[in-house]
């Protein structure tokens, strides 16, 4: 899985590239310029790439305020698909990604900004 080497408002370096727009990260690859639907209304349909790997674990990042908005019907949809569900803020959310190295398939859905 790549490992996120760092994070702030607007970036991140993963595996010692820069990025600076929202990514989803899978455990061979990265996906840059990840756009949703309705912006700040997180959808299942924002996360069909994501879904396509077949993730034990979705790591779900906010934003560095948490202004992107994950309903609990879209966690009940994911966990239904059998897909565990950690939604927190960005930063947060990248510790605890790179604290889930070794703990099966795991996917970060990361919003950058606010």
């Not at 993963?14 to 959808?43: C, F, M, T």
């Not at 879209?74 to 565990?84: D, I, T």
């Not at 398939?105 to 990361?110: C, M, N, Q, Y």
């Amino acid at each position: 899985m790549p490992l996120i080497e760092s994070y702030s408002f607007g970036r991140i370096v993963i595996e010692g590239r820069k990025y600076s727009s929202d990514v989803l990260v899978y455990p061979e690859s990265v996906q840059d310029a990840w756009q949703r639907l309705e912006g700040h209304n997180l959808q299942l349909e924002d996360l069909e790439d994501a879904l396509r790997h077949s993730p034990d674990v979705l790591v779900i990042g906010t934003g560095t305020f948490g202004k992107m908005k994950v309903t609990s019907e879209l966690k009940a949809a994911l966990e239904q698909k059998g897909v565990k569900v950690i939604v927190a803020r960005t930063g947060q959310a990248v510790r605890k990604y790179n604290e889930m190295q070794s703990e099966g398939e795991v996917v970060a859905a990361l919003h950058l900004t606010c």
